[in-house]
Every structure is written in C-alpha cells, then in structure tokens.
T-cell receptor
C-alpha cells in the first residue's frame, strides 16, 4: 500500500461547484497532515493544515478521520483560480519532520 | 513574507558532470529538505537536514548525492556524476521549530536538465 494515496482525478467542474478530494495514509503513527496546491511547473504551496477536529479556511474545509486514516478537502463555490493539483501531505512515520506526498489530484474549474 | 530562494532556476548539464543546487532557507528555520519531482510525477522526498546533519534520507538519496550547509544561510544539494534520469525539478524546503506540526515552505525550484 502506498504511504499516501489520493483520488487519481482529474476533476473537471463548473465554476461555483462543490468538489471533494480524498486521501488515505498507510501508517497510523503519522501525526501531521496538510493540503498543498501545486500549479503547473510551480512549487507546492501550503493550502492548509489539517487538524483532528476538522478546520475551515474560507471556502476550504479539511477533515481528518484517524480511525480510517483518511483525510478530505472540500472546496465550495469553486473559482477558476482554484484550478491546480492538490497534494495530500502526511508526515513520515519514521521521522516526524519528514513529509510524504500523495501523487496529487488535478482540478480544473471551467467557466 | 519571507521565502525560500533557490538558484539557479534552470541548470543544463552534460551527463557525468557534477552539479550543485543552491537554496537559501527562511532565516529562522531549523529544518531543511530537498525534494525532487520528475516531470508528470509526484513530489519525492530526498533528504532532511537538522542541526548540521542529515536526519533522514530516502532510497533515492544514494552516494551520488550529498548536502551541505556551508554557512549560516545556504543549503546545497550536490549531485555527482549526473545521469539522464536525474533530470527533474528539485525543490528545497524549510520549516521552523515545533517539529512536524510546522508546515514546510518550498522554494520555486531548480529545473535540472541532463543532456
């Protein structure tokens, strides 16, 4: 099983749609979880951390289910500028400071 | 907002040559990382560095690779005897105190092309 596994995508949605991405991680010892976004040929940029109780930042909501080792990202009212690849990132079970990336889910928001 | 800077933005090198990729992490950060991303593939962890030593390295980070923090600001990745398959985008990242709860901040990468 891959350390971090994401929906393969791509997701093509109209502006204003709500879209959800899923991610599973293999090791229950992982403690830190993040969503990053990556634009084409650019560096990953932090979108939000994911907290145990779930957290929201504007149109973005992140959820964590430790029992199922599952993380989600919900984007409401999609904008054209949300088009990017969304990366699920989980800290390494071997060294808490090291991160493992999912392969990413590509989102295209269309007018 | 402070940022991680990387140079050069693009490096073209003949196979077999050595390259040094340079990074200036955010000034008060303590943890430093190198990742690579082959075109169309996922971001892959190479190495982490803390307190002037490697704290973890992946299987990719073999004897061909080395890292160094030669002074108080730079963090370098050296690749000896480059191979065609080393062609990728290389990202440097840094994070602050607080361990894994601190997100990593990425530089905008060096595109390495091996000919």
């Amino acid at each position: 099983r891959k350390e971090v596994e994401q929906d393969p995508g791509p997701f093509n949605v109209p502006e204003g749609a709500t879209v959800a991405f899923n991610c599973t991680y293999s090791n229950s010892a992982s403690q830190s979880f993040f969503w990053y976004r990556q634009d084409c040929r650019k560096e990953p940029k932090l979108l939000m951390s994911v907290y145990s109780s779930g957290n929201e930042d504007g149109r973005f909501t992140a959820q964590l289910n430790r029992a199922s080792q599952y993380i989600s990202l919900l984007i409401r009212d999609s904008k054209l500028s949300d088009s990017a690849t969304y990366l699920c990132v989980v800290n390494s079970p071997y060294n808490n400071n090291d991160m493992r990336f999912g392969a990413g889910t590509r989102l295209t928001v269309k007018p | 907002e402070p940022e991680v800077t990387q140079t050069p933005s693009h490096q073209v090198t003949q196979m077999g040559q050595e390259v040094i990729l340079r990074c200036v992490p955010i000034s008060n950060h303590l943890y430093f990382y190198w990742y690579r991303q082959i075109l169309g593939q996922k971001v892959e962890f190479l190495v982490s560095f803390y307190n002037n030593e490697i704290s973890e390295k992946s299987e990719i980070f073999d004897d061909q690779f080395s890292v160094e923090r030669p002074d108080g600001s730079n963090f370098t990745l050296k690749i000896r005897s480059t191979k065609l398959e080393d062609s990728a985008m290389y990202f440097c990242a840094s994070s602050g105190q607080g361990g894994s709860n601190q997100p990593q901040h990425f530089g905008d990468g060096t595109r390495l092309s091996i000919l």
